[in-house]
Every structure is written in structure tokens, then in C-alpha cells.
């Protein structure tokens, strides 16, 4: 059997599942949601001498050894959106790219966790995502 033979339950192949156009209203919903997950994950807090922004990614990152990949799982929450938004596969690459820099920046103690911090993945990736989707998105429905 090929990939092009499989289909899903009801007989759709999987490059053609079913697609539902989104409302302004729910599209627009589906935007703030991604800016404050990108908010919370990377600008959350102010560090109060330094005066830098930094999120739940960069302060989960410093527990050594299972931090960073916590947080790149967290993070992949932005990509799953972004596929069932209906992002080019180019987008969702460099949106890959971006979290796998992320990670491996991170797992160098303490100088890798400055540079993550300033990486701010998750704020590039919903820029990203949302220059990519527009004002005109469809739903992926599985």
C-alpha cells in the first residue's frame, strides 16, 4: 500500500482532510491566544536590576538537565496551532528551526541559559505564525 492508497475513516486522504473556514471572531480569538502564550513563555516578568523580559521558557529552562526539553515541549504547543491553522510547511520548518536552536542553546548551563533567554523562540515563532496565517485562516479538523 502507498502513502497516496491511505485514507482516514471516512475516506478522505490525508492531504485533503476536511477544513473549516474560521470566523473573525474566532480567528481573532485564536490570534490573542498565541501573542499571550509567546507573552507568558518569554516576557512575562521583568528582572528587576537587570530590567530584561523573561518568560516561563527561559526560568523552567534552569532546572539542569530535564528544563529545556520541558519547555521545548511546552513550546511545541505554537507548532501544533500553527499546523492545524493551516501554516505553509515552511513556516512550521522555521518554526522547528527556531524551537531546535532554542533547545540546544539551553542545554549549556548557565551561558546557554542567557542565550536562551534572549532567543525568545516563542515570541519569534508566533510572529512568525501569525505573519504566515493573516486575516484569512481555515481550521484543520482530524
Known amino acids: 500500500m502507498s502513502l497516496s492508497d491511505r485514507t482516514d475513516w471516512n475516506g478522505n486522504a490525508p492531504e485533503r482532510m476536511p477544513r473549516e473556514r474560521l470566523s473573525r471572531a ?4 485564536r490570534r490573542a491566544r498565541i ?3 509567546a507573552e507568558i513563555m518569554d516576557r512575562q516578568f521583568r528582572l528587576p536590576v537587570l530590567g530584561w523580559r523573561v ?6 529552562g534552569l532546572v ?16 501544533a496551532e500553527g499546523w492545524r491553522l ?6 512550521l520548518g522555521r518554526m522547528g528551526l527556531n524551537l ?4 540546544v542553546i539551553g542545554l549549556v548551563p548557565l551561558v546557554g541559559d542567557l542565550l536562551d533567554i534572549a532567543h525568545k523562540a516563542n515570541a519569534k515563532n508566533a510572529r ?7 486575516e ?7
Open 136 to 142: 484569512d485562516a481555515t481550521l484543520r479538523r482530524a
Open 64 to 79: 539542569p538537565g530535564i528544563g529545556d526539553t520541558v519547555s521545548t515541549g511546552i513550546s511545541g504547543w505554537l507548532m
Open 100 to 103: 531546535g536552536i532554542d533547545w
Open 86 to 91: 493551516g501554516a505553509r510547511k515552511r513556516t
Open 55 to 60: 518568560g516561563l521558557d527561559g526560568l523552567i
Open 26 to 29: 474566532e480567528l481573532a480569538e
Open 128 to 134: 512568525l505564525l501569525l505573519d504566515d496565517i493573516g
Open 35 to 37: 501573542e499571550r502564550f
